[in-house]
T-cell receptor, first 114, second 111 residues
Framework: EAGVAQSPRYKIIEKRQSVAFWCNPI?????LYWYQQILGQGPKLLIQ????????DSQLPKDRFSAERLKGVDSTLKIQPAKLEDSAVYLC????????????FGAGTRLSVL | GDSVTQMEGPVTLSEEAFLTINCTYT??????LFWYVQYPGEGLQLLLK?????DKGSNKGFEATYRKETTSFHLEKGSVQVSDSAVYFC??????????FGAGTQVVVTP
């Protein structure tokens, strides 16, 4: 079974530029999550989707971050414009609708904002 | 709100040594408890879990027991290997599947 796929693996941009990350969850997983993991910290939930609807985006900085999952499968997370403090690893995870406490994580995208 | 506190790393030990990583939590209700492991360059992988008080989760020689009275979920392994070198995260989740992770503990096992 294929795992959660994320791309790119690494991205370096300058502050005020835009960046987008892509995630393809495990087939059949209705729930998709984006986390931000700052160096030395645990992952922090940014947004949770159930199919193509947003369940929780309370921790998403909506002035600069946006995410979509239009067809209820893959998802993109965008930052526009990026700030230095956005440097982090962005993790995508997915789970079955009936087993939200078992989340499968992708390898993440490491973002460096210079 | 919910929070998870785990011991700071790095924890450096020799192969075949005993490993303990302390984890305590604060939560409303009755959370499920997890340990995730992150190997270099990879995403988080579920190591073990426990869903109710006194449950013991175990996997790959690692164990942790859900202690409601002390709000703890300490991770232990009796004899570590070099391949156990990784970052270990303690986490809680509520009934809606919202995770709260600790800051992670880096473990370095030397031959």
């Amino acid at each position: 079974e294929a795992g959660v796929a994320q791309s790119p693996r690494y991205k370096i941009i300058e502050k005020r530029q835009s960046v987008a990350f892509w995630c393809n969850p495990i087939s059949g997983h209705a729930t998709l999550y984006w986390y931000q993991q700052i160096l030395g910290q645990g992952p922090k939930l940014l947004i949770q989707f159930q199919n193509n609807g947003v369940v929780d985006d309370s921790q998403l900085p909506k002035d600069r971050f946006s995410a979509e999952r239009l067809k209820g499968v893959d998802s993109t997370l965008k930052i526009q414009p990026a700030k230095l403090e956005d440097s982090a690893v962005y993790l995508c995870a997915s789970s079955l609708e009936g087993a939200k406490n078992i989340q499968y994580f992708g390898a993440g995208t490491r973002l460096s904002v210079l | 709100g919910d929070s998870v506190t785990q011991m700071e790393g790095p924890v450096t030990l020799s192969e075949e040594a005993f490993l303990t990583i302390n984890c305590t939590y604060t939560a409303t209700g009755y959370p499920s408890l997890f340990w995730y492991v992150q190997y270099p360059g990879e995403g988080l992988q579920l190591l073990l879990k426990a869903t109710k008080a006194d449950d013991k989760g175990s996997n790959k020689g690692f164990e942790a027991t859900y202690r409601k009275e002390t709000t703890s979920f300490h991770l232990e392994k009796g004899s570590v290997q070099v391949s156990d070198s990784a970052v270990y995260f303690c986490a809680t989740t509520d009934s809606w599947g919202k995770f709260q992770f600790g800051a992670g503990t880096q473990v370095v096992v030397t031959p």
